[in-house]
């Protein structure tokens, strides 16, 4: 099982990108799924997440301004970002909590994708 991420780029304040992360291999069922940063010399946080079901939860920093949302039959995760700020500057992680077909359960990290933003 691997997460693939991909979106990152450099903007300018103001700008919008959009982060994709699409889970392959051995799956039975995906639970939650999620983007997290981590900016320079700071611990890594979680940004937003999405059920299963679909309930969303964000960051403080990021609410009304990011948008969250998957594809269960492309088992990809999207982070829509509006409205970005440099503060937003960071290496974005997508996260996975997935039941592999061995009925292993487990957590699962992409590569992170780095997004920068200019004021």
């Known amino acids: 099982v691997q997460l693939q991420a991909s979106g990152g780029g450099s903007v300018q304040a103001g700008g919008s990108l959009r982060l994709s992360c699409a889970a392959s291999?051995?799956?039975?069922?995906?639970?939650?799924m999620g983007w997290y940063r981590q900016a320079p010399g700071k611990q890594r946080d979680l940004t937003a997440a999405i059920s299963s079901g679909g309930t969303t939860n964000y960051a403080d920093s990021v609410k009304g301004r990011f948008t969250i949302s998957r594809d269960n039959a492309k088992k990809t995760v999207y982070l829509q970002m509006n409205n970005l700020k440099p503060e937003d500057t960071a290496v974005y992680y997508c996260?996975?909590?997935?039941?592999?077909?061995?009925?292993?359960?487990?957590?699962?990290w992409g590569q992170g994708t780095q997004v920068t933003v200019s004021s």
């Open positions: 291999g051995s799956i039975l069922a995906i639970n939650n």
């Open positions: 996260n996975a909590n997935i039941l592999d077909r061995g009925w292993y359960r487990d957590e699962y």
